[in-house]
């Protein structure tokens, strides 16, 4: 039986994500805060986890069209039992 780690199923439910809106993110879009205000602390910001997660898979998935995308990554997830986030992102610096 193949289940998925609980940081597997957060990249499974993220990367997919930037893969749909990739169209619509800009890189260096503004952001939602003023950067002048030094002492205001900025709001978390979900689309950065996700864009640095989606920035760590390859290109070879990443060009994709989306179904196969999620299949592909499913299949390295299942493959390989991710602890971390952190696991996820050297993994591929090493196959690389």
């Known amino acids: 039986m193949k289940v998925l780690t609980v940081p597997s199923i957060i990249i ?3 990367c997919p994500e930037v893969q749909k809106n ?3 993110l800009k890189k260096g879009a503004p952001t939602e805060y003023n950067l002048r205000e030094r002492y205001k602390v900025p709001p978390t910001n979900n689309r950065n986890f996700q864009i640095n997660l989606y920035n760590s898979i390859p290109n070879k998935i990443k060009v994709l ?3 196969d995308f999620k299949s592909e990554l499913n299949r390295v997830l299942l493959e390989n ?4 986030i952190e696991e996820f992102t ?3 610096k090493s196959t690389s």
Do not use: D, H
């Not at 039992?81 to 971390?84: D, K, P, V």
């Open 12 to 14: 499974l439910t993220n």
């Open 90 to 92: 050297e993994f591929f």
């Open 22 to 24: 990739i169209k619509s």
């Open 81 to 84: 039992a991710f602890y971390s």
């Open 65 to 67: 069209p989306l179904k």
